[in-house]
């Protein structure tokens, strides 16, 4: 089975995992909207980057990771709603390290993230409500993250 996003690697069936010099890795979730994985390949390749010269950048990387699904709970296994939540949680500040001080994410943005492994709406609320500390809000900013304590 080929790749359909164009990438080296070969998937296993049912599309899983895929081969890569002959190591398996767990692919990104397929049901992530393509404009919102290339955002989040962006960031991950950018945290790769950056920690070629910043060790303290691996937690950026891990955070991509997770939100496109190649870590934490398997997208393609039911999941619980904390990881569902910990996933947009790190989609968020994935994509908030990517967007810089100026950008946002809405909780309409993390509710696409991915429909396939049963995220709502209430699960972006949640996440966005635990990362500004307020339960009302309805989008993160940098400035949120930098008062967080992980």
Known sequence: MSREDGSSGELTEPGHHVVIDGRRWRATDP????VLRDKLVSA???ARRAVRTDETARPAVHDAK????ERGEPWWEPTTPEGRVDRLQRAARALLRHRGEDGAVTVEDLATLSPGAGIELSDAENAVAHLTGKPDATAVRQADLDNENP
Do not use: D, N, R, T
């Open 31 to 34: 049901s992530i909207p393509p």
């Open 44 to 46: 991950l390749m950018a």
């Open 66 to 69: 997770v939100a496109l699904g």
